[in-house]
């Protein structure tokens, strides 16, 4: 009922669903039997970088002439949501932390820049992740601290950041600092490499994402080439706001999965398990939980896949995508926590993918700009 596959749709065409194949097979072969095990040990190896781009999935969206894949807004919902059916979002935000990180870079780089990093990234031989959020705020990315000044052909970066996914091992950092004065005019964007001299990196421990490395980075005197500004001085405000668009579909794309799981768990839980001489499954109250579950996830999905043809009509509707991102979110949560419920005490023991997704909902309702935020940034759009 709820597979997409099993779903006739105007927006999926054969090769969105030659893709699913190969993503779905990916997932069950290289995630999915080690998700509980790298959660416990709180990462997964590197080499799954390499077995991603293998596929085409670390390309998806980026210039082909770097190893990207040409991709539609379809194509990367059915790669986040087969990446979802792992139940596993530490793995899937380490290992796609590229798609916020890298691109500015492919956006607006300097040309040396992009041929010296995005093949590397995309041949999955480096991690790229996005350095924003800050000790003193986070969507307040006008009012960021994190300075670097001039000083012949380099930039003097200090400051810290914090929340930082894939932080600890990534090689290439997009960090937001302040050039200039106060507010968004003075904010551009650094490309600084892991190995620069005065980063330090100090590991986070999460209440989900185990799999995901998080850090916060420490920038004393890092010297940058000026060659490493990505676009103009002053513009990283605007690049950060692109960025955001994309970074939020994903999300919601996720999340939506997310969700799908947990009725798709549920429901399998539901049929097998047995109280009072009957699968809970035969209880009135089990399946109109179950029926309300798949009904969010419906919605979630079909506002979902209706954004995404408007992107691709280049439309950009700012206010439905932060309502997306909570409609999502909230679809997560619901569902997340009535599949716990109905697995009882068995949803509460690590080692389930419920389990797991539960413990995983607050840090998408409050990565890529918080459910407060998104009503906020929504209802400017909306001229209120």
């Known amino acids: 009922m709820l597979e997409r596959t099993k779903v006739q749709s105007p927006f999926y065409t054969a090769d969105h669903e030659a893709f699913r194949d190969v993503m779905r097979r990916f997932v069950a072969r290289e ?17 799954l970088y390499r077995r991603a781009s293998e596929i085409g999935l670390l390309g998806l969206g980026f210039p082909e002439e770097y190893g990207g894949v ?31 990180g890298s691109p500015p870079i492919a956006r607006a780089a300097k040309p040396e820049v992009k041929a010296r990093v995005l093949p590397q990234v995309l041949a999955g031989e480096k991690i790229s992740a996005l350095a924003i959020t800050e000790p003193s705020g986070g969507s307040d990315v006008a009012n960021l601290r994190t300075k670097a000044r001039r000083d012949g052909d380099h930039y003097i970066v200090s ?76 513009q990283g405000f605007k690049i950060i706001m692109q960025n955001f668009n994309s970074e939020r579909m994903g999300m919601a794309a996720s999340c939506t999965a997310y ?22 499954a035969q209880h009135q109250v089990i399946r109109h939980k179950i029926v309300d579950m ?25 206010a ?9 979110t909230q679809t997560m949560a619901f569902c997340a926590s009535e599949a716990v419920q109905i697995f009882g005490g068995a949803g509460f ?19 890529g700009g918080t459910e407060e935020i998104m009503k906020d940034l929504a209802s400017r759009q909306m001229g209120l």
């Not at 990367?76 to 596993?88: D, F, M, T, Y």
């Not at 209706?306 to 700012?318: F, I, K, T």
């Open 31 to 47: 995630i999915e039997p080690y998700a509980h095990e790298w959660d416990e040990a709180g990462g997964f190896p590197r080499e």
């Open 70 to 100: 040409p991709a539609d807004q379809f194509m990367k919902i059915v790669a986040s949501q087969e990446l979802a059916r792992a139940g596993a979002g530490g793995v899937s935000s380490s290992l796609m932390s590229h798609t916020i």
């Open 159 to 234: 400051g810290e950041k914090t929340f930082i996914t894939s932080g600890m091992r990534a090689d290439y950092l997009t960090v937001a600092v302040r050039t200039g004065g106060e507010g968004p005019g003075g904010v551009s964007l650094l490309l600084i490499e892991g190995d620069t001299p005065g980063l330090s990196r100090t590991k986070l421990k999460k209440m989900g994402w185990w799999a995901s490395d998080t850090a916060t980075l420490h920038f004393d005197e890092c010297r940058v080439p000026v060659e490493n500004l990505i676009g103009e001085e002053g």
């Open 259 to 280: 969700a799908r799981v947990c009725v798709e768990e549920a429901i399998a839980y539901a049929k097998e398990r047995q109280t009072f001489g009957k699968p809970i």
């Open 294 to 318: 798949a009904q969010k996830v419906a919605a979630s999905q079909a506002m979902l896949e209706l954004l995404a043809w408007r992107l691709g009509q280049g439309e950009s509707p700012v």
């Open 320 to 328: 439905e995508i932060c309502m997306m991102k909570n409609q999502a």
């Open 349 to 367: 023991m690590r080692g389930v993918k419920v389990e797991r997704i539960y413990r995983e909902v607050k840090v998408n309702a409050i990565g």
